[in-house]
């Protein structure tokens, strides 16, 4: 079992920024694939960004390419999603999942997920 306890998310405005982290417990993550889906009001759940803990690759959505940033703390055991320039259309809740089949964009193939952590964008 891993757990996945998410940092809060807060209220900024257009233009701002904002960290959010997801601290894992229970397991060792060396052959894991952690990532930030975020899910709107009325829409699916999509993948933001993901990260495969021993390799530390990267993969971002195209919507967030060059605005968000995620990172990796090993022995810390957390994942970082740096959030740049934050535009209204970011505002989700947010949440970090992890699984240990490689990257995937599917959120039915993550095990493990956090409470979800909400961020406001206004404009």
């Known amino acids: 079992q891993v757990q996945l306890v998410e940092s809060e998310g807060g209220l900024v405005q257009a233009g701002g920024s904002l960290r959010l982290s997801c601290a894992a417990s229970?397991?060792?993550?060396?052959?894991?694939?952690m990532a930030w889906f975020r899910q709107a009001p009325g829409k699916e759940r999509e993948l933001v960004s993901q990260?495969?803990?021993?390799?530390?690759?990267?993969y971002y959505t195209d919507s967030v390419k060059g605005r968000f940033t995620m990172s990796r703390d090993g022995p810390k055991n957390t994942v970082y999603l740096q959030m740049n320039s934050l535009k209204p259309e970011d505002t989700a809740d947010y949440y970090c999942?992890?699984?240990?089949?490689?990257?995937?964009?599917?959120?039915?193939?993550?095990?493990?997920w956090g409470q979800g952590t909400q961020v406001t964008v206004s404009s």
């Open positions: 990260i495969t803990w021993s390799t530390q690759s990267t």
């Open positions: 999942a992890a699984q240990s089949r490689g990257l995937s964009d599917r959120p039915y193939e993550y095990d493990y």
């Open positions: 229970g397991r060792t993550l060396s052959n894991y694939a």
